[in-house]
Every structure is written in C-alpha cells, then in structure tokens.
Nanobody
Framework: VQLVESGGGLVQAGGSLRLSCAAS????????VGWFRQAPGKERELVAA????????LFADSVKGRFTISRDNAANTASLQMSSLQPEDTAVYYC????????????????????WGQGTQVTVSS
C-alpha cells in the first residue's frame, strides 16, 4: 500500500497541526495504522496507532492528552491531530500500515509495520 503524508509545517509552541495520511488500495481499511516520528539524532518512535476498525488506539506517554488519532476507512485516510505542540515534538512524522489484515494486535513497534510513507516535517519553534 502506498502512503502519503501531508500537513506538516512550522508552528509556534502551543499551536496545533493536523497530519493526514492518504492510502492507496481498498484493503487499507483492514490494516492497523501507526504514526511514528524521528527527531534528529534519535531513533524512530511510535506516536500513536489505531486499529483497522478504529475501535482502539494507543499513544506514547509523551503525547497522551495532546494528540488524537483517527481514520476514515471510506476515504482511505488516517489523521493525527496534534495540539499543545512543544519544541520536543519537532521531528519527521511517518505514517505506517501493518498489512496483516484485521490484526487484533495493535503494535507500538516499528518492525511490525510493513508499509511506510515518506514522512512530513513538523517543526515547533519556542
């Protein structure tokens, strides 16, 4: 599945951004989706993930209460709403899909995700 992220940019601390992930293929609706980020000099880490049905989500502790994840299976999209952004949120954000259809396990590990987008830069200024 091809994934294309959009919505990144430069925002001041305390601001908000909404990232979108557009996917190709009807099967996207059966894939768990994760948003990951990688800051300079750091390893890529999970930000949030959502089950294929949308019934469950998980978040990194660092973003709980500030970020929400959603999906629209009819439109083949997933979104990450980010609020109260801080400079430490600065990173390249990636959308990823786990192509094991209707998987019950919602993983926070990047090796579990089979398809990746190119990423979108988010920069938060202080």
């Amino acid at each position: 599945v091809q994934l294309v992220e959009s919505g990144g940019g430069l925002v001041q601390a305390g601001g908000s951004l909404r990232l979108s992930c557009a996917a190709s293929g009807r099967a996207f609706s059966t894939y768990n989706v994760g948003w990951f980020r990688q800051a300079p000099g750091k390893e890529r880490e999970l930000v949030a993930a959502i089950r294929w049905s949308g019934a469950s989500t998980l978040f990194a502790d660092s973003v709980k209460g500030r970020f929400t994840i959603s999906r629209d299976n009819a439109a083949n999209t997933a979104s990450l709403q980010m609020s109260s952004l801080q400079p430490e949120d600065t990173a390249v954000y990636y959308c990823a899909a786990d192509r094991r259809a209707r998987r019950s396990l919602l993983s926070r590990f990047e090796f579990e995700y089979t398809d990746w987008g190119q990423g979108t830069q988010v920069t938060v200024s202080s």
